[in-house]
Structures are given as structure tokens and as C-alpha cells.
């Protein structure tokens, strides 16, 4: 698991993971494997974009104007209008006209609607954003060195989760023609499958 991961993760636990599933309309458990799932996607989907220097200028741009990190100092109280961090937007930037193919993607295999999936990544991406952003201070990163971390991130995750990343990259590059989205679809199942 990557650390941006983890480091959300220990943050959910209790009353605020119990927030998210009410917010979305699952039990804890589906809410928690969704999250954990949803959450390394959105690191490889800003590995992907950060992989171009433009797409890493203007990540560290909206890092450092953003997202300092101290959304994470207060998950409970971002829970209680989660709107406002406008994680429509960053979904938005991060997987682009993929968000659909992704929804759809994660909803046949979770059992959850896919406006479920949407709500739940709406959530999770300005959290994932924090801990970046935080990661981003902490380390000084410059551009190069945030593209070079969130490869190092990416690469974590997939030594953890091989069939998940891969299910997870191979979404992130489906061409939209939904020939192998089953195939795929049926290893992230296996997460889910596991818990």
C-alpha cells in the first residue's frame, strides 16, 4: 500500500469511516474496501498525469495554492460538508472523461451504484490531495521530485497489489471500447472477493 494510502487510512477509523459509508449509503466495510481500492487509484491517476512535466507543473501549482495537507488535521469536521473541497474538480483534472468508464468500473464489482463510487471518490480525492500536498512541504518537493514520488508510490501499491494496480492501470489506460473492461473488472473483484 502506498503511503498516501495508509496514511489516510489510519484517519479513518471509527465515527469518521462511519460518516463516509452514511454519506454514500454502505456499511463501514464496503465504504473501508471501496476506500481502499479508490484511493490508490487516484495515486495512479496522478502518477499518470504527473508523469508529463506539465502535468506535474500543475499538480505542484494546485498543491502548494490548495492543498497543504491540513484537511487531514480535521477529517471529521471536512465530513461535515464535504462539498466545499470541491472534490468534483479534482476528480475532474485527475481522471477526465475516464471518470464514467472508472465509476462503472468499481460499481460492478462492489455491489455500489455508480453514483455511490462517484460520492465515494468525491471524498476521497481531496483527502488523497492533502496528504499529497502535505508530502509536497514536508519533502520540499520540487516538480521533478513529485513526479519521481508519486512513480515511487505507484510502484509501492503494485509490489502490495499487483492484480489490483494492474486492474487499476489498465483501467486508467481503457480506451473506452469496454471490449476488456469484464476481464479487468473481474481481478479489482478479488479485492473485494477477499474482504
Do not use: C, R, W
Amino acid at each position: 500500500m502506498d503511503v498516501l494510502t495508509q496514511t489516510i487510512m489510519q484517519q479513518l477509523s471509527g465515527k469518521v469511516l462511519s460518516g463516509i459509508a452514511k454519506k454514500v449509503g454502505v456499511d463501514e466495510q464496503t465504504a473501508s474496501t471501496a476506500l481502499a481500492i479508490g484511493m490508490p487509484l487516484l495515486v495512479a491517476a496522478l502518477a499518470k498525469n504527473a508523469s508529463k512535466p506539465e502535468g506535474a507543473q500543475a499538480l505542484h501549482k494546485a498543491l502548494a495554492n490548495d492543498h497543504d495537507g491540513s484537511i487531514l488535521n480535521d477529517v471529521a469536521g471536512y465530513l461535515k460538508d464535504p462539498q466545499a473541497a470541491n472534490g468534483a474538480g479534482i476528480l475532474g483534472h485527475v481522471l477526465g472523461n475516464q471518470q464514467s468508464v472508472v465509476a462503472q468500473g468499481l460499481a460492478q464489482n462492489t455491489g455500489l451504484q455508480s453514483d455511490q463510487v462517484g460520492q465515494l471518490l468525491q471524498i476521497a480525492a481531496p483527502l488523497v490531495m492533502g496528504a499529497l500536498g502535505s508530502q509536497q512541504q514536508q519533502q520540499g518537493l520540487d516538480t521533478k521530485g513529485l513526479s519521481s514520488f508519486l512513480g515511487s508510490q505507484q510502484q509501492q501499491a503494485q509490489q502490495s497489489q499487483p492484480d489490483v494496480m494492474g486492474a487499476i492501470n489498465t483501467l486508467l489506460d481503457a480506451n473506452h471500447d469496454g471490449s476488456s473492461l469484464d476481464d479487468i473488472l473481474g481481478m479489482a473483484g478479488k479485492l473485494f472477493g477477499n474482504k
